[in-house]
Each structure stands twice: as structure tokens, then as C-alpha cells.
């Protein structure tokens, strides 16, 4: 049991492996929020309860001076109310702002998890429980719901909200987040992903939380390439092995906010979930609406523990089941190959070269239908002077030589020389008669059922019959201006949101089996939503491996590494700068591996050389998919990038070790490894020497035995536990 109601306190108890979340119904019927962190014992939570606040403002206790809504902890916050503070939930019912008073009405409490309508959300397994706790405004015969979805075994609780209008006329909703939660204390400091194009999350952002409001949020109508919905609030003596981290993430891949405020008393509130700028939904009587999925861990083990939290997480709640744990395919991608100059022909020259590279699905990327990006997007219309047997012919091709084949495509969009755009001006998201253009490519008005319905079949139909085995979903351009001729303003951007899960949701209908790698022009939709529809994300159009180092190392910290797509690539494409073949295979190794090169400029020997890199990444790939990530040198903070990856029953360990600027010091360092089992010893196999696991983790490795040949290549080294 995970979720635990004590019927004389009114408290409730929510546990997981190692976490307590507790709060309470009030005096005054409110939901007080009383605990979230390291696992107390049930049976003390109602000392937690007995707090005295000394209070001056306004509240619903007319004689008893102890109680304060300003600094009484809330599961939510409605504006206007005696919580004077940043509100979670803002609405006005016919034009007015009421004081909106939630009070406890019922919760139900069940195995198990009812899956969100439209939206992605945490897949339940038979640990999953749920309490559901419904609060009313009576004024206005409105009814919240409040998830709390518990994950024991991952240490992660999901929650998320739903607003009920069953008053006579509509509600305005001005805000509306996922989750609020509160904290007595301010001393912490905010993490945050932050980067740009061709840098995504390649700076791990760390600031204290100071008085005023620390927000982090995207206004792209994608979670962006410039912040991530991931923020982590540790303790100013927390590091990435000890002290307290709270993480949050929000199921969701459009405009979205993490706020952190300071109330009066230093107190802190987040919350999280759609951005409010411009949002504002009307909800008619007899209308619901149901905000994203957040996700939140706590960790005393650091940064590191609460990684490892999501890490598993993801893999078994929010990635789909079937490929979350299953080997990933190695591709070989034509995009850094040939750009748009591709053909049946060179795809097949491609393929033939592909397996002595060990790669096994030959990717047709950007080009398919279009000579440049200028056209053709929204028509799907297979170039058949270029490709003469059309996609399925290709496949067919393709698989007589023993390969899988996966296309490219990016459904969300249209450009302007299009059949589509020239018979539907009106389908795309714009507020002026002369929209703002970007990469020639206008961005498809979701919210309206038709537009989706007409993109999906079109390419349902294009693809019929073809043997297709991985889709890469791309989205190339921000929603700006994200006008509708049919949908409010305010609700454009959330409905665009929902349109284009549901136009993903219909392709992947139609083709159950396949792997959906999505992207967004290189990293900019790197988020728990999409990572519900596909197991890997396209990390950065960036494939420089030094450049590489920084925007994995720093994806890591929210997202396992089977889901951070890396591909070795000619490697200078981006930066001009040189790199060895085997610190390009070490950086792309992290993630989930693949090639992204025209094979017929390389010998034999190249090749054999790559077909060994393909060898040594499934040798080690159960560790990307199912060990735990120990971070050990950030590339940020040295002039080194390290870390392990350690199986689950600690018998293997990959320890990587990347140099980024020549030091002459590397040769005398020793690098602490964690992870392993003390009392476990373990082979080194490349030199033979068994260490101890208490050993390699207090004395540690010596760098300098690491090197083989070159230093700038880097290096790997496996330990095996001796049985
Ligand atoms: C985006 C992707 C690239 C490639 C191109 C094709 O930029 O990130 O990998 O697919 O689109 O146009």
C-alpha cells in the first residue's frame, strides 16, 4: 500500500520506497499541505499537523488567531482567496473574480491509474495507486479533482488536476497548473537545463533561490530548445552524490512554466504546468478541463539519486513498455550523408554499405518528397523521378537486403508552396494577413479536428503498404503568432498542443510496431511528453562530440540515456573542428547509437573499424537501457567528462572518461568510481587487475593506465564482477 488515510486526523499519507507526501483536511476544509521528503514512519504524521502560525491577514478562522492561509502550506491555491501568495489556479466566473474557497468534498483511493484523455501521463503497473480528493467552490458549483498518482518503486509521485463546471454559466480560466507545492523553507538553489539551438541543455543552470520569483518557462509552443520543463530544487549543501534534490518534470511538450516564489516568511511555493501568458480557457457549464501530467521525485542521494529516480521512471512509466528495456536499432541516417541530394539510389548504396558498419535500419531522411526545404511539406507526396519504386517499393528493397528502413517526416507543418497551403490558407496557425515565416514552413492549425484528420490520412495513404519500421517526427519552426481562425486566442496554444498529440497518437495507431524517434529541429521538444510516444529523442542537431559532451552530460540529469539519441557523424559538420573516430564512438555510445555519414567516402578498414564500435555498443547496451547513470566529472566543471553506468545487480560497469582540452596533469589523476558494490571485486578487462568495489570507489582508477594509444580519443573500460 502507498497511499495511506487516516479517517480521525484527516491526513493523508502518500509513500513511496523512499519518500513521504503527506498533507491534511483543514479546520477549515481546506487541503494543507503538511510534508514531502524522506520517508517517515505513518504513524507520526499527525504530529506533523500540529503547527501554530501566527497570522495577520485575512482568513476563514474569524476568532482564532493561529491560523494563516499565507504561510499554511496548500495542495492548491486559488487567487483571491486569504493566500496572498502566487496562486496555482486563477479563474473568474461571468466577468467576476470570486474568492474562490476550495473545500474538501470526498477522495477515493485505488489501485492501479486512470489514463488522462489526450494527453501523454505515467503508465501504471500493478505497484501504481491513485487518490483522487475532489474540493468544490460552492459559490460557484465548481469541482476540482486532485491526482496523486503513486509510483512506490520509483520514488516518483504524479499529479495533476481537473476543473468541473457544473455551475449555470462559463468559468474563465486565467491559470491553471499541474501541481502546487509548498516549503516552509527557502534555502535551496534552482537547476535548470538551459541552452539554445545547437546547445540544447548543454548549460546545467544552478542559482539560489532568492526572494521574488524564479520562473522557468518556454513561449515557443514547444517545451524549446532554450529551457527545459525539468527543474531540480536541492539544498545549498547538496552535490551530485549527498544531500536533499527534489525534482519536477511535466509531462507536456508545449508553452510551459516552473515557478518558484518566495512568500513573506521565506517560505517557497512551485508550481508548475501550462504557461499563463495569454492562456485563458473558457469552460462552459457542463465542460472539464484536465491540466498536464507533473512528475516529482525527492532524493537525499544528490543530483545523482534523484537522476536515477526519473531515469527509471521513464523507462518504465512513461516510455512505451515495448521498447523501453528492447535493444535500439543502430541507424544509418541520410540527412549529414547527402542533406536533401538523396535518391532510392543512394539509399541503396547506403544500405549496401550499412552492414558492414553493423548498422541494421537504413534512415530516409529530410528529401523524400522535396528537393529543398522550400516545398512539398503538408502534401506527402513521394518524388518519384527520385525515387522511382515510391517509399513501399523501397522498403521492399531495403528489407531483401536484410535491413529495417525508417523515414523521416514532420507532420505538424506545411510549407508555403504547397498544394496544401494553396487550397488551405486558412489551416495555419497566424494572426496577420502576412505571417511570419520560418524555414519557408507555416505551422498547422492542430486545433481544428479537420486539419488533423486530412494530414494523417494523406500520409496513412502515401505510406500504405510500406515496410516501415522507425519514424523520425520532426518539428522545424516555433508557433509564433499562434492565431486559429477557429479556436479562441487564449486556448490556441494548449489546443495546438493537444491537436498534435492527437495527430501523433493517429499515425502511431496505424503503425503499432513501429520505433518513433522524435525531434524538433535537433532538441527543442526533448520532453517527458513526447518520450510517451517514443522511446528516444533526437538530442541536438549539433554532432560535434566535444559539443556533444556538454548537451548529453547535461540531458542526463533529467532524461535516461536510451532515450538521448546520438549518432557518429563526420563530426566537424557543425563546428569544423577535428576529432578522432573512437572519441566520437565514446560521446555517441552515451545514448542510444546510430551513424549519420555518407559511408561511401570511408575504406574497408574504416568500416571495420565502425562495424567494431557497432559490436562493442550492443556488447554494452542493456547498461543504456536498464543500469543506473553515475555522473563523475562534469564537462562543464573540468576539462574532463566521466561517468559510469552500472547495472542493476552491479555486476558490470561501463566507466567512460573523455578529455576536452589536453591538461598535463591527467596522467597522475585518480578518479573516485561509485556505483559498484564494496564488497564485490570486480575485473578489469582490459588490464585483468581485480579491484574491489570498495577499492575502485575510495582509492579510485589512475587515469593515466587508461590510455591506450591516443589521449584525445578517450576511453572506455568494462568491469566485470568476479563470480
Ligand atoms: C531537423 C532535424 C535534422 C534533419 C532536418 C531535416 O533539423 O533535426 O536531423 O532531420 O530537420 O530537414
Redesign the pocket.
Known amino acids: 500500500m502507498s497511499v495511506y488515510f487516516c479517517e480521525e486526523n484527516q491526513i493523508f499519507h502518500l509513500q513511496t520506497k523512499d519518500t513521504s507526501y503527506v498533507f491534511c483536511v483543514s479546520d477549515f476544509n481546506a487541503l494543507e499541505h503538511l510534508y514531502y521528503g524522506k520517508k517517515i514512519p505513518t504513524d507520526n504524521v499527525k504530529y506533523i499537523s500540529n503547527r501554530q502560525i501566527y497570522s495577520h491577514v485575512a482568513h476563514e478562522s474569524r476568532d482564532k488567531r493561529d491560523f494563516c492561509a499565507s504561510v499554511q502550506g496548500f495542495e492548491i491555491a486559488p487567487f483571491n482567496g486569504g493566500d496572498i501568495r502566487t496562486p496555482s489556479v486563477v479563474y473568474d466566473v461571468a466577468g467576476d473574480v470570486h474568492a474562490n474557497r476550495l473545500r474538501y468534498r470526498s477522495h477515493k483511493i485505488y489501485a492501479g491509474r486512470e489514463p488522462i484523455e489526450g494527453l501523454p501521463y505515467s503508465r501504471a503497473d500493478e505497484n501504481t495507486q491513485t487518490l483522487e480528493v475532489v474540493l468544490s467552490d460552492d459559490d460557484n458549483n465548481l469541482f476540482f479533482t486532485l491526482y496523486y498518482v503513486v509510483f512506490p518503486e520509483t520514488n516518483v509521485i504524479a499529479r495533476y488536476q481537473k476543473l468541473e463546471n457544473k455551475g449555470s454559466v462559463s468559468v474563465f480560466i486565467r491559470r491553471f497548473s499541474s501541481f502546487c507545492l509548498d516549503f516552509y523553507t527557502m534555502d535551496f538553489d534552482a537547476v535548470t537545463l538551459e541552452g539554445i539551438y545547437l546547445y540544447e541543455k548543454a548549460s546545467v543552470s544552478r542559482s539560489p533561490i532568492k526572494r521574488g520569483v524564479f520562473k522557468c518557462n518556454s513561449l515557443t509552443g514547444t517545451s524549446s530548445h532554450n529551457r527545459n520543463p525539468f527543474l531540480a530544487l536541492c539544498r545549498h549543501n547538496a552535490d551530485e552524490d549527498m544531500g536533499e534534490v527534489y525534482g519536477f518534470n511535466l509531462l507536456y511538450s508545449g508553452n510551459f512554466m516552473q515557478e518558484v516564489s518566495v512568500g513573506c516568511l521565506g517560505d517557497m511555493r512551485v508550481v508548475g504546468g501550462i504557461d499563463d501568458t495569454g492562456f485563458s480557457w473558457t469552460l462552459a457549464k457542463g465542460e472539464s478541463l484536465v491540466s498536464p501530467e507533473a512528475v516529482m521525485t525527492y532524493s537525499d542521494q544528490g543530483l545523482g539519486g534523484m537522476s536515477r529516480n526519473f531515469h527509471d521512471h521513464i523507462r518504465s512509466h512513461i516510455i512505451e513498455r515495448k521498447f523501453a528495456y528492447a535493444p535500439r536499432p543502430i541507424v544509418i541516417n541520410s ?1 549529414e550523408a547527402s542533406y536533401f541530394a538523396v535518391s532510392e539510389e543512394k539509399v541503396l548504396t547506403l544500405a549496401e554499405s550499412a552492414s558492414s558498419c553493423g548498422a541494421d535500419t537504413v534512415v530516409l ?2 528529401g523524400w518528397f522535396r528537393p529543398n ?1 522550400r516545398k512539398g511539406l503538408g502534401d506527402w507526396r513521394t518524388d518519384l523521378e527520385r525515387f522511382p519504386s515510391g517509399i513501399h517499393g523501397l522498403t521492399e528493397k531495403v528489407h531483401a537486403m536484410g535491413l529495417k528502413f525508417g523515414l ?1 517526416l514532420e507532420p505538424e507543418m506545411v510549407n508555403e508552396d504547397s498544394d496544401l497551403y494553396r487550397e488551405h490558407p486558412e489551416w495555419i496557425l497566424s494572426t496577420s494577413k502576412l505571417p511570419l515565416i520560418s524555414r519557408y514552413q507555416y505551422v498547422l492549425d492542430l486545433t481544428r479536428d479537420e486539419v488533423v484528420e486530412r494530414v494523417a490520412s494523406r500520409i496513412i495513404e502515401e505510406l500504405a503498404g510500406a515496410k516501415i519500421d522507425y519514424i ?1 517526427w ?1 518539428f ?1 519552426r516555433y508557433a509564433t503568432e499562434a492565431g486559429s481562425h477557429a479556436t479562441p486566442s487564449g486556448e490556441v496554444y494548449h489546443r495546438q498542443m493537444l491537436g498534435g498529440y492527437k495527430l501523433l497518437s493517429r499515425i502511431k495507431a496505424q503503425f503499432p510496431d513501429v520505433l518513433f524517434e522524435t ?1 524538433c ?2 532538441g527543442g521538444r526533448f520532453d517527458l511528453g513526447m518520450l510517451f510516444y517514443s522511446p528516444q529523442i ?1 538530442t541536438s ?1 549539433n554532432t560535434d562530440p566535444y559539443a556533444r559532451t556538454y548537451i548529453q552530460y547535461g540531458t542526463s540529469y533529467g532524461y535516461p540515456v536510451s532515450a538521448i539519441s546520438c549518432h557518429f557523424t563526420e563530426g566537424d559538420c557543425t563546428s569544423g573542428r577535428e576529432s578522432t573516430y573512437a572519441f566520437r564512438y565514446r560521446v555517441a555510445s552515451f545514448g542510444s547509437y546510430g551513424y549519420e555519414l555518407d559511408l561511401s567516402k570511408y575504406t574497408d578498414e574504416d568500416k571495420a573499424i565502425f562495424k567494431g564500435y557497432s559490436e562493442e555498443y550492443r556488447r554494452d547496451e542493456a547498461l543504456n537501457l536498464q543500469g543506473d547513470l553515475y555522473r563523475l566529472l562534469s564537462p562543464e566543471e573540468t576539462d574532463y567528462c566521466a561517468y559510469i553506468k552500472v547495472s542493476k545487480d552491479k555486476k558490470r560497469a561501463l566507466f567512460t572518461f573523455l578529455e576536452l582540452y589536453a591538461s598535463g596533469f591527467v596522467e597522475s589523476m585518480t578518479l573516485r568510481l561509485k556505483g559498484l558494490d564494496p564488497n564485490v571485486a570486480y575485473r578489469n578487462e582490459r588490464t585483468g587487475e581485480v579491484l574491489y568495489g570498495a577499492t575502485l570507489m575510495n582509492v579510485g582508477i589512475r587515469i593515466g593506465d587508461l590510455y591506450r594509444k591516443k589521449r584525445e580519443d578517450g576511453d572506455s573500460i568494462l568491469f566485470v564482477a568476479v563470480e
Request: net charge negative.
Open positions: 540527412w531522411d529530410d526545404d523521416w523520425k520532426d522545424n525531434c529541429g535537433g533526437w542537431d
